[in-house]
């Protein structure tokens, strides 16, 4: 059974940091690229990052280029979001997802789009007060 599961979310300060982690299990990690999506209540579900560790591809967002950070741990089968410089408008559920690796730069590809993931966590509450 496919698995992933987000922790590390919570309450922070705004200029403040936090650092998601996404455990996967059921599959093997490095046939996957694993995604960060975020949804604030009322909004969309948009892209926030990617990771392909197959070829090092990696993906951000316009809003998150130069604060956050995602990073692979493929021993733990374990993606990490590091988020530096919060601010309110950062303020969401994080969720992460797994999409089979099939072309090269997958991450790049894929552009954020939430259609192309096959499984998703549940979700973390980050919440960033002003």
């Known amino acids: 059974e496919v698995q992933l599961v987000e922790s590390g979310g919570g309450l922070v300060q705004a200029g403040g940091s936090l650092r998601l982690s996404c455990t996967t299990s059921g599959f093997t990690f490095d046939d996957y690229a694993i995604g960060w999506f975020r949804q604030a209540p009322g909004k969309e579900r948009e892209g926030v990052s990617c990771?392909?560790?197959?070829?090092?591809?990696?993906y951000y967002a316009g809003s998150v280029k130069g604060r956050f950070t995602i990073s692979s741990d493929n021993a733990k089968n374990t993606v990490y979001l590091q988020m530096n410089s919060l601010k309110p408008e950062d303020t969401a559920v994080y969720y992460c997802?797994?999409?089979?690796?099939?072309?090269?730069?997958?991450?790049?590809?894929?552009?954020?789009?939430?259609?192309?993931?096959?499984?998703w966590g549940q979700g973390t509450q980050v919440t960033v007060s002003s």
């Open positions: 997802a797994a999409r089979r690796i099939t072309l090269a730069l997958m991450c790049t590809v894929m552009d954020g789009n939430r259609d192309w993931y096959d499984y």
């Open positions: 990771i392909s560790s197959s070829d090092g591809n990696t």
